[in-house]
């Protein structure tokens, strides 16, 4: 019967029909995600949403002890907010989870620190850091995050994978010195050998390496503060639209991030310094980035990737994973 009508339906006709009933599967779909996204976040009182939160929250005071242009008395404003949401996830759940720990040794060693230049926190501040971190029995006053020589950070970028996987982290602290473009298209070559979705390779990338783009870019991405001003190349990773059905609408962004990981451990093993950038942005940013980079409607941006070369000195966060019992269900 599908053959038959195909061969007397114009064929002008039949497309018109795929297109209308594609974009109602996407409707049908994107609702469905809409909904479950929805309850997931707002309709949410679950621990993990709450330890999640803290934990994005309290992540940019520990990135705050690794920035180039490191400043006393930073992050008031998130502390402010979230040292109250702190004492009162331990009072309800306690102190056992790995995450919560690493939030008492970030606050303790953003007290250390302040303590040991004589900087007078606000008494607010001060009061609920002490509130807070009474409430773990004998945090080490040792700071957690992790010291680094140019050396050190790359000592293992030929080692076997585990002591390299052990060895990448996201550096934001750069010289400002320029990245070989060379050390960025090795890299690129390195991460086509990620897998995607039938071999598709939807990633293109775009990698800018003019300032004045380079900051055009910074200031519309929230999450670079403190280092963005010392990048020297961003890369701008998209996935082609075109080549993916209904159901596949997410695939875009599966494959752009497993590229994306294999991209950050070519940049490392290529002793570049690197961040993952999220590009969570609202249509008005999105379309501000097309304005300044010729990425065409059909792809979509999936992240940015910070890069620049490393100093003698500098500190990583220590970033604490969770325990794998947290994250595998083995059934
Ligand atoms: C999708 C994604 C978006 C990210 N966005 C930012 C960002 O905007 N700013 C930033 O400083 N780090 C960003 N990061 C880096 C994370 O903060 C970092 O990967 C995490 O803290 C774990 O640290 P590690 O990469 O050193 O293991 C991002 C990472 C990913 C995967």
Same mark, same amino acid.
Request: aromatic share 12%.
């Given at each position: 019967m599908k053959l038959y009508l195909s061969k007397i339906i114009p064929k002008n006709l039949l497309s018109y029909r795929r297109r209308l009933l594609s974009w109602k599967k996407l409707k049908e779909y994107y609702l469905q995600d809409a909904k479950r996204f929805f309850k997931a976040t707002y309709g949410s009182n679950e621990q993990e949403t709450k330890i999640g939160l803290l934990t994005m929250a309290v992540h940019s005071i520990e990135k705050g002890f690794t920035m180039p242009d490191f400043r006393y008395g930073f992050g008031y404003k998130k502390l402010e907010k979230y040292l109250p949401e702190c004492i009162a996830y331990v009072k309800q759940y306690g102190i056992e989870d790995v995450q919560? /720990?690493?939030?008492?040794? *970030?606050?303790?060693?953003?007290? *250390?620190?302040?303590?040991?230049?004589?900087?007078?926190?606000?008494e607010d501040i001060a009061k609920n850091i002490d509130r807070f971190l009474n409430l773990f029995n004998g945090i080490s006053s040792k700071s957690i995050q992790i010291d680094c *020589?140019?050396?050190?950070?790359?000592?293992?970028?030929?080692?076997?994978?585990?002591?390299?996987?052990?060895?990448?982290?996201?550096?934001?602290?750069? *010289?400002?010195?320029?990245?070989?473009?060379?050390?960025?298209?090795?890299?690129?070559?390195?991460a086509q050998n990620a897998p995607s979705a039938c071999n598709r390779q939807p990633v293109r990338l775009y990698i800018v390496s003019d300032k004045k783009k380079i900051q055009d870019v910074i200031s519309i /991405?929230?999450?670079?503060?403190?280092?963005? /001003?010392?990048?020297?190349?961003?890369?701008?990773?998209?996935s082609y639209l075109g080549c993916y059905l209904p159901q596949e609408r997410n695939c875009a962004f599966i494959d752009g991030g497993i590229f994306t990981m294999n991209l950050a451990y070519a940049l490392h093993y290529n002793s570049i310094g690197a961040c993952i950038l999220n590009w969570c942005v609202d249509s008005d940013s999105d379309n501000e980035i097309r304005r300044i980079i010729p990425i065409r409607d059909s792809e979509t941006v999936c992240c940015l990737l910070s890069c620049g070369m490393v100093p003698d000195k500098f500190k990583v966060c220590r970033s604490e994973k969770k325990l794998e019992e947290q994250i595998v269900t083995i059934i």
């Amino acid at each position: 019967m599908k053959l038959y009508l195909s061969k007397i339906i114009p064929k002008n006709l039949l497309s018109y029909r795929r297109r209308l009933l594609s974009w109602k599967k996407l409707k049908e779909y994107y609702l469905q995600d809409a909904k479950r996204f929805f309850k997931a976040t707002y309709g949410s009182n679950e621990q993990e949403t709450k330890i999640g939160l803290l934990t994005m929250a309290v992540h940019s005071i520990e990135k705050g002890f690794t920035m180039p242009d490191f400043r006393y008395g930073f992050g008031y404003k998130k502390l402010e907010k979230y040292l109250p949401e702190c004492i009162a996830y331990v009072k309800q759940y306690g102190i056992e989870d790995v995450q919560i /720990q690493h939030i008492a040794q *970030t606050i303790s060693d953003y007290k *250390t620190i302040h303590d040991e230049a004589g900087y007078a926190l606000p008494e607010d501040i001060a009061k609920n850091i002490d509130r807070f971190l009474n409430l773990f029995n004998g945090i080490s006053s040792k700071s957690i995050q992790i010291d680094c *020589t140019s050396d050190s950070f790359f000592y293992n970028r030929e080692a076997p994978f585990p002591s390299f996987s052990n060895s990448r982290h996201s550096c934001r602290y750069y *010289t400002g010195d320029t990245v070989p473009m060379k050390g960025i298209i090795d890299s690129v070559k390195l991460a086509q050998n990620a897998p995607s979705a039938c071999n598709r390779q939807p990633v293109r990338l775009y990698i800018v390496s003019d300032k004045k783009k380079i900051q055009d870019v910074i200031s519309i /991405q929230k999450g670079n503060r403190g280092f963005g /001003q010392v990048v020297d190349k961003l890369i701008v990773v998209c996935s082609y639209l075109g080549c993916y059905l209904p159901q596949e609408r997410n695939c875009a962004f599966i494959d752009g991030g497993i590229f994306t990981m294999n991209l950050a451990y070519a940049l490392h093993y290529n002793s570049i310094g690197a961040c993952i950038l999220n590009w969570c942005v609202d249509s008005d940013s999105d379309n501000e980035i097309r304005r300044i980079i010729p990425i065409r409607d059909s792809e979509t941006v999936c992240c940015l990737l910070s890069c620049g070369m490393v100093p003698d000195k500098f500190k990583v966060c220590r970033s604490e994973k969770k325990l794998e019992e947290q994250i595998v269900t083995i059934i």
